[in-house]
């Protein structure tokens, strides 16, 4: 890694020891890594030219993508917000959004 070279595993984990990495966080990385990763291989394979839709301005899949993990954000802090500990229903209504998003809009 550069900047590390010579430092023992201990040393690295300690610069990065600020953030919490947790499992949750590692597949949550994850999750936005392959997410990414599809949308450039839809974008090289698959083509497309932006569309408009219920958000009135042209949109492609990455503008979709981008409203859709933003929403996705706003909802879960509403759901903080109002004290819901399970992230099922936030996550429920993240995906719909999405789905709604990319179909729609």
Same mark, same amino acid.
């Given at each position: 890694m550069a900047g590390f /070279?010579? /430092? +023992? =595993? %201990?040393s690295v984990s300690e610069h990065l020891s600020w953030m919490a990495w947790t499992w949750q966080t590692g597949v949550f990385? $994850?999750?936005?890594? +392959?997410?990414? =990763? =599809?949308?450039?291989? *839809?974008a090289v394979y698959r083509p497309e030219s932006p569309r408009v839709g219920?958000?009135?301005?042209?949109?492609?899949? $990455? %503008?979709? *993508?981008? =409203? +859709?993990? *933003? $929403?996705?954000?706003f909802i879960y802090l509403f759901f903080i917000k109002l004290g819901v500990d399970n992230g099922l229903y936030p996550g429920i209504a993240s995906l719909l959004l999405a789905a709604v998003l990319f179909r729609f809009a």
């Amino acid at each position: 890694m550069a900047g590390f /070279e010579g /430092e +023992s =595993v %201990d040393s690295v984990s300690e610069h990065l020891s600020w953030m919490a990495w947790t499992w949750q966080t590692g597949v949550f990385f $994850g999750a936005i890594a +392959s997410i990414l =990763v =599809v949308m450039t291989l *839809l974008a090289v394979y698959r083509p497309e030219s932006p569309r408009v839709g219920i958000l009135q301005f042209a949109t492609t899949r $990455g %503008d979709r *993508l981008f =409203v +859709s993990l *933003l $929403g996705a954000a706003f909802i879960y802090l509403f759901f903080i917000k109002l004290g819901v500990d399970n992230g099922l229903y936030p996550g429920i209504a993240s995906l719909l959004l999405a789905a709604v998003l990319f179909r729609f809009a």
